[in-house]
Nanobody, 123 residues
């Protein structure tokens, strides 16, 4: 059974950095197309960043380009989201998703989700 568990969220100030982790169990994260998504209050879940493990291609939402990066540690079977220069509009619950459609920005096409981790950026 595949399980994802996000961690690392918290309350930070504008301009700070934060690294989120997504621990994957049951299968190797490299078997999946994975991405980080976020959902702000009253808004639909949206993709932030997607990564194709096989060739390193990355897809960024315009709002995070140049500030967010995604990586993985196969030894720990964990995926990371490094967030720099955080802004109040980055405030949301962040989720990692795993599926089979590479670089797919549609959250509905992902099969596995964690419980999410809250990121709050104060101004």
């Amino acid at each position: 059974q595949v399980q994802l568990a996000e961690s690392g969220g918290g309350l930070v100030q504008t301009g700070d950095s934060l690294r989120l982790s997504c621990a994957v169990s049951g299968r190797s994260f490299s078997e999946f197309a994975m991405g980080w998504f976020r959902q702000a209050p009253g808004k639909e879940r949206e993709f932030a960043i997607l990564l194709n493990w096989s060739d390193g291609r990355t897809s960024y939402a315009d709002s995070v380009k140049g500030r967010f990066t995604m990586s993985g540690d196969s030894a720990k079977n964990t995926v990371y989201l490094q967030m720099n220069s955080l802004k109040p509009e980055d405030t949301a619950v962040y989720y990692c998703g795993a599926g089979y459609s590479v670089l797919d920005p549609s959250w509905g096409n992902y099969h596995y989700w964690g419980q999410g981790t809250q990121v709050t950026v104060s101004s």
